[in-house]
């Protein structure tokens, strides 16, 4: 019942929930638990994982808590492990806190693929497929620092929760860089809970309190869209830099219109693809790459259109 009531199934891919294999387990069976339902960036993984999925032969099951929040993806977890499947690809939503579920995973023989997200430890999973997201967040900050020009002024990160292994490597990765470019005087990261509506209203704090502000780093989708928002509310939209992080449809149609000026966007789809093909290797005792990097690209409204393969589906 706890299952029931916490997850969400992702049909946006044209699956559903392929029936109860029950405590015996099914070898063949892998299951994809992202990070929370229903949004472009896993839609796009989910694309990936399927296609790969139905080309090895093995039945897939998608569960996806409402929120991303470890407490909600907890009994997920605990579920899929009832149904013993040979294998998991999950997109852990706290670097500490999903340790121990996802242990118990590895524990009863179930092969664990990190995708997107990862733990602190790294003893837990076979394989981890993702971006490099603190190349992610340098590429951001020089993205940014040619943006701005020869002007100087203050720069904000928004984050999204603490904990969040990929967007905390964002915001690592942006800090180093900007130190490099004098003309930007970085304010410093806030969090935002991954609400959008905290990332808007956050912006326009920091705009009242530094008026000089030129720049501002989005690490993920939300705290993207809610800054767009933010500056836009503010009469700010082009002023103040905004460079985001992915490429959902209204991240796209953002960069377009000009109220967002560059995406660094990630490959989800690969991320999924890998992650099968590194979880099917796994469970066929074939040779497993412990750590898998994917692609970024920084997209802006010159070059956008060309590179429209990175934009991100709501659906396959
Ligand atoms: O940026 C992606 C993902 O890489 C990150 O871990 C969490 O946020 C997203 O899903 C976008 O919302």
Not at 269 to 285: D, K, S
Request: a negative charge.
């Amino acid at each position: 019942v706890a299952l029931v009531s916490a997850a969400v199934l992702l049909t946006a891919c044209g699956g559903g929930q392929i029936g109860d294999t029950g405590g015996s387990g099914d070898a063949k069976r892998v299951v994809l638990i992202p990070g929370v339902a229903a949004e472009p960036f896993y839609t796009s993984m989910e694309c990936g994982f399927r296609e790969a999925a139905s080309a090895a032969g093995y039945s897939v099951d998608v569960q996806a808590p409402a929120k991303f929040e470890s407490t909600l993806q907890t009994p997920i977890v605990t579920g899929v492990l009832a149904n013993k499947p040979g294998a998991v690809l999950i997109a852990p939503t706290d670097d500490k806190a999903m340790a121990g579920p996802i242990r118990r995973l590895a524990d009863a023989g179930i092969e664990v693929v990190e995708v997107d997200t990862r733990l602190e430890d790294t003893s837990i999973a076979a394989s981890s497929v993702s971006s490099d997201n603190r190349q992610g967040g340098r590429l951001a900050a020089e993205t940014l620092a040619r943006l701005v020009g020869d002007r100087t002024g203050s720069v904000l990160v928004l984050n999204t929760k603490a904990g969040t292994s990929t967007t905390d490597e964002r915001a690592a990765g942006f800090e180093e860089e900007v130190g490099k470019h004098p003309n930007l005087r970085y304010v410093g990261q806030q969090y935002t809970d991954n609400e959008p509506d905290q990332a808007a209203s956050k912006v326009t704090a920091t705009l009242a309190a530094n008026p000089d502000l030129v720049g501002v780093f989005a690490t993920n989708l939300n705290t993207g869209e809610g800054a767009a928002t933010g500056l836009r509310n503010a009469g700010r939209t082009g002023s103040v830099n905004l460079v985001g992080f992915d490429a959902s449809p209204k991240q796209v149609a953002d960069l377009r219109a000009g109220a967002v000026q560059a995406l660094i966007a990630q490959d989800p789809a690969t991320i999924g693809r890998v992650g099968v093909e590194q979880a099917v290797a796994a469970v066929e005792g074939r040779e497993v790459r412990r750590e898998v990097e994917t692609d970024l690209v920084a997209l802006t409204r010159d070059d956008m259109e060309a590179k429209s393969e990175y934009f991100y589906k709501q659906e396959c």
